[in-house]
């Protein structure tokens, strides 16, 4: 009964809802596995089947390699493997000689150092390698300046001035 049939005046009579009795109860029916599945030939899906792989050696394990698999299709196994396919390299094994003593530390402390010592060392062994005439030439060369050093004449005031002095600027003021 709803909302329309009461206001248009429609008394029908209903009729009660019967129920159903329940369906016979029938035999349990199961299949194997193996017919109720659809994947298609279950026996040549079962059966394995042996790959073989070769492969051109390389500089360091020459000669021809290969890989043989059995694979199914539930499991695989490795049947066999040539040397030198895809193996990591053993490691080297290093030997100290030390046996644990470290090194002494160098000290690398600032030390004040002599004009002397200074061109000393930036004469090194590769001081003038790569000039016309060698290390003979350079040999001439410092002893033409120092020729033409001692031929010089040396100036009479040679006292030290300290730093900021402006007692030469007034020697050369006397001299114009």
Same mark, same amino acid.
């Given at each position: ?7 248009? +005046? =429609?008394? &029908?009579?209903?009729?009660? *809802? $019967? !129920?159903?009795?329940?369906? &016979? ?10 017919? =109720? ?12 089947? $042996?790959?073989?792989? $070769?492969?051109?050696? @390389? %500089?360091?394990?020459?000669? =021809? !390699?290969?890989?043989?698999?059995? %694979? ?8 066999? !493997?040539?040397? +030198? ?7 080297? *094994?290093? @030997?100290?000689? $030390? +046996?644990?003593?470290?090194?002494? *530390? &160098? /000290? @690398? ?19 003038? %390698?790569? %000039? ?9 060369? #410092?002893? #033409? ?8 004449? !040396?100036?009479?005031?040679?006292? #030290? =001035? /300290?730093?900021?002095?402006? +007692?030469?600027? /007034? ?6």
């Amino acid at each position: 009964m709803g909302l329309f049939d009461r206001l248009l +005046g =429609s008394d &029908k009579p209903q009729t009660p *809802v $019967t !129920k159903r009795e329940p369906a &016979k109860k029938e035999e349990a029916f199961f299949l194997d596995a193996d017919t =109720s599945s659809s994947m298609g030939n279950v026996d040549f899906m079962r059966q394995s089947n $042996t790959i073989r792989r $070769t492969f051109p050696g @390389t %500089v360091d394990s020459p000669g =021809s !390699k290969e890989i043989i698999d059995e %694979v199914a299709s539930m499991e695989a196994r490795r049947v066999v !493997k040539s040397e +030198g396919l895809g193996d990591p390299k053993p490691a080297e *094994v290093q @030997t100290d000689l $030390t +046996g644990g003593i470290p090194k002494a *530390v &160098k /000290k @690398t402390f600032c030390e004040p150092m002599t004009m002397a010592e200074l061109d000393e060392r930036k004469r090194g062994s590769s001081f003038g %390698v790569n %000039v016309p005439g060698g290390p003979a030439a350079i040999k001439a060369e #410092q002893e #033409q300046q120092a020729e033409a050093a001692a031929q010089q004449p !040396k100036p009479a005031n040679t006292a #030290q =001035s /300290k730093p900021g002095d402006i +007692g030469a600027f /007034k020697g050369w003021v006397k001299d114009l």
